[in-house]
């Protein structure tokens, strides 16, 4: 009798031509987590966040160009209205996007969302005015929904106990983006002056100076959506309460007397904005994604400042090499350390630590670049960049997680959809605000209380130590794993 109750007493039913179903038949008779489906979501997060980023070593230096600015403290205050016109849009339509990819599937709002970047982030590049700029960068934001699908896909696609390796996988994508797009556009940009040897004078690299690492991107995206062909979809086409039934009158009808009661628990469409294990969540991811983003305009923007205005006078290769080696660092620690981390501290354990951490390195830039120069200065500043990197993507992760696990599937594209909405919000102030705040902080740099960049970190730091107090009780609700449950008994 005690081996007959170890058998499952209800057998999952999967329909014929279900693409979900499918999935779920698939994780059933696989037990590792495939390496294709990592490779497709790391093409894809990494296809979405190149051009978030690419554009900053080089923004400066293309808004000089515009001569939109009348003085040279200026042009970093127009350089984060065009960093902020991409999440402007994306704040306007994440939310449609969602409801679009629990509709109509995952897929479909990807490949869009991937030739919304071959088309847009080209016609970035060949921008001639300040306004063309701004524009293309709005449409890049709005018509790209796909990184909110790819996260509830990412959860998807694994069974539950690679979950966390694939938001993971989301995370190093999404983080390394960040590192690598800024990497490409400071080598790549200007390439007349920089490869001569290659690159004629008088040649359309020399009328677009910015065009190169926009068209290397593009040229990426294009081959991501061919690979997007092969990408499986994990939505169901069909009703779970229909399922349900289905499985139960199977058994029913075998009349063999192993059912003796039954409970079910049916995905309810419950409102998310009343859930609040989710919304709790998605603040917080908020909060550290205004941080995050400011943190790469202004660390850009800071970088390539002239010694006097308390920046480090680097050139666009050198921005380049400093995110390039926090990218291989960040990769690193993504595929091979965060599962045991988390394993170990949990989501909001690990997103805690990390956001302690950051705050007293990132109040250290500013004494970094007065006090140490040449190769001193440029090996403190790799170093320091690779740690504020992984920790920065060890929260982001931690919160996706959470996020995930807040909502059953039927659910998951819209709070996706909304989790971007509100973080791309956020967002959208960081670039602005964090370049106002970098031109203001250039005009007082002989004021006796946080005088010059001092400021701009502090500020930074403000707002990071914000986001850790709310990783605590009460503000921020946990939910288990499995918020619905189908249960026989």
Not at 123 to 142: D, E, H, K, N, V
Request: net charge neutral; hydrophobic share 45%.
């Amino acid at each position: 009798m005690a081996e007959e109750n170890t058998q499952p007493l209800l057998k999952k039913y999967y329909h014929e031509n279900c693409p979900g179903c499918k999935v779920d038949k698939a994780k059933e008779t696989t037990r590792g987590a495939p390496i294709r489906h990592l490779l497709n979501i790391w093409m894809v997060v990494l296809c979405s966040t190149l051009p978030i980023s690419s554009l900053f070593p080089f923004l400066y230096f293309m808004v000089r160009d515009f001569n939109i600015a009348e003085t040279e403290q200026d042009i970093a205050g127009y350089a984060g209205y065009v960093g902020s016109a991409y999440m402007l849009g994306r704040s306007l339509t994440s939310v449609v996007w969602g409801i679009i990819a629990d509709r109509y599937g995952r897929k479909p709002v990807v490949v869009i969302g991937v030739g919304t970047v071959v088309i847009f982030n080209t016609l970035f590049g060949l921008s001639t005015s300040f306004w063309m700029a701004l524009i293309t960068r709005f449409l890049l934001g709005a018509l790209n929904g796909l990184l909110g699908p790819m996260k509830a896909y990412a959860s998807e696609i694994f069974r539950e106990e690679h979950q966390a390796l694939g938001l993971a996988t989301v995370s190093a994508a999404w983080g390394i983006g960040l590192i690598i797009g800024p990497a490409l556009g400071g080598y790549l940009a200007l390439p007349v002056k920089k490869y001569p040897h290659i690159f004629a004078e008088g040649s359309i690299w020399d009328k677009f100076p910015y065009f190169l690492p926009c068209l290397i991107i593009s040229l990426f995206a294009f081959g991501v959506i061919i690979g997007c062909i092969w990408l499986p979809e994990t939505l169901h086409n069909h009703r779970d309460s229909e399922e349900f039934t289905d499985q139960v009158e199977a058994i029913e009808n075998g009349s063999n007397g192993a059912i003796t009661g039954k409970t079910y628990q049916q995905p309810k469409n419950e409102s998310l904005f009343l859930n609040w294990p989710l919304m709790s969540s998605i603040i917080v991811y908020c909060v550290f994604s205004l941080h995050d983003i400011a943190y790469s305009e202004v660390f850009s923007l800071w970088a390539v400042s002239p010694g006097r205005l308390g920046g480090m006078s680097f050139t666009t290769d050198d921005v380049g090499n400093v995110l390039s080696i926090s990218g291989a660092g960040l990769l690193i620690y993504q595929i091979f350390f965060y599962p045991a981390v988390e394993r170990a501290f949990g989501p909001v354990g690990v997103s805690r630590i990390s956001g302690l951490l950051s705050i007293p390195l990132l109040q250290s830039y500013p004494f970094m670049a007065a006090s140490l120069s040449g190769v001193t200065l440029f090996v403190v500043i790799n170093a320091s960049s690779v740690v504020m990197n992984v920790l920065f993507t060890t929260i982001t992760t931690g919160l996706f997680l959470l996020q995930n696990r807040a909502v059953e599937q039927h659910q998951r594209g819209a709070a996706n959809g909304i989790s971007m909405t509100l973080m791309s919000m956020f967002k959208a102030v960081g670039p602005a605000g964090g370049g106002a705040l970098l031109t203001w902080s250039q005009k007082r740099m002989n004021a006796s209380f946080l005088p010059g960049t001092h400021l701009v970190f502090f500020v930074l730091n403000a707002i990071e130590l914000l986001g850790v107090l709310l990783l605590f009780k009460p503000f921020l609700a946990v939910r288990g794993k499995k918020p619905y449950h189908l249960e026989i008994q």
